[in-house]
């Protein structure tokens, strides 16, 4: 029945591109087997109070029955109007679990209670949602590198007894970025864009202020300290050093020609990024169709793992 109502679902309604109101063409209710237990006792006892003709009998039935549809529309209830925002994820590497945040808008004054979020591969969430705008977290298995993409997301309640199920599906596009997994043992290349200064040397860049000097010939404009200068009787330039050594290191594709399998390569092209990273090293990255120039940082960090986790996905490039 599930599955047939899922195909049902997804003829009807196609994936969602922006923000979803759930509204009742999208909700579906059925009772749980509580629900069915309970719609089995209320038969026998109308057969009782038939077959003894008892009064008391016939308003207990019907007291129950009543609760019985109440609580199915309450249960409807829990789930309509709710306007379901896109999720976004943080990046995570393929084998671990990613952080998928999902916004979910309860319009009015009315908060809704035990609000289950599930899927495939996503650990369930239970959650009460008061008036107003609210985050769910949801944890997701990021089994493979590349663009993350929810199956289908359930929403679902059995608030307040019970008896009955409300549920929808929505289906998302891609939320995030998964990177390749950090594996491989092989050692940083050396060099692969030259010494920019012997060992021990402090290497003119753009990163840190190490101080004042004497303008010369060719400094830029930019670098001149105004304020500095007028109180003294020179022009003034500030001078920067980089704090990641002498070596700028080239992370590149075709140094890793003898690994065959791309998983495998951009794996180990992953493990030095991080490793690159965590010496301190300025670093580029040269894939099959781009090049990152090098520099050091969390954003240089996450551009290029996330070069290698889009790798191939936008046009097939040769190994």
Not at 13 to 22: A, Q, T
Not at 37 to 42: D, E, H, Q, S
Not at 48 to 56: A, C, F, G, P, Q
């Amino acid at each position: 029945m599930s599955n047939w109502l899922r195909a049902h679902h997804r003829r009807r309604h196609k994936p969602l591109s922006g923000p979803c109101r759930i509204d009742r063409r999208r909700l579906y209710v059925l009772p749980t087997r509580a629900g069915y237990a309970f719609a089995a006792l209320l038969m026998v006892l109308l057969g009782w109070s038939i077959n003894y003709n008892v009064n008391l009998g016939f308003v207990l039935t019907f007291v129950l029955g009543g609760v019985a549809v109440d609580a199915m529309k309450r249960v409807h209830d829990q789930l309509s109007g709710l306007t379901v925002h896109p999720p976004s994820a943080e990046s995570a590497f393929a084998g671990t679990q990613a952080n998928v945040s999902l916004r979910i808008d309860v319009p009015g004054s009315r908060a809704r209670y035990g609000i289950t979020v599930d899927g495939d591969g996503i650990t369930a969430r239970l959650a009460d949602l008061p008036a107003g705008s609210e985050s769910v977290d949801l944890l997701v298995k990021a089994p493979r590198r590349g663009r993350l993409r929810l199956d289908t997301l359930r929403l679902s309640t059995v608030y307040p007894l019970g008896l009955f199920c409300a549920w929808t599906w929505l289906e998302f596009p891609a939320c995030g970025v998964i990177w390749p997994a950090p594996l491989g043992d092989r050692p940083l290349p050396s060099g692969g864009y030259g010494l920019r200064h012997e060992l021990g040397a402090e290497l003119a860049g753009d990163e840190e202020f190490a101080g004042l000097r004497e303008w010369r010939r060719g400094d830029a404009a930019t670098h001149v300290a105004w304020r500095a200068s007028a109180r003294s009787e020179t022009l003034l330039v500030k001078e920067f050093v980089s704090p990641a050594g002498g070596e700028e290191v080239l992370l590149d594709w075709n140094a890793l020609a003898e690994l065959t399998d791309i998983e495998a390569r951009l794996s180990q092209l992953s493990a030095w990024v991080l490793a690159a990273e965590a010496a301190g090293l300025r670093y580029g990255l040269r894939l099959p169709g781009c090049e990152l120039a090098p520099d050091h940082g969390d954003m240089h960090r996450r551009a290029a793992l996330e070069h290698l986790a889009l790798y191939g996905e936008a046009a097939d490039v040769g190994s």
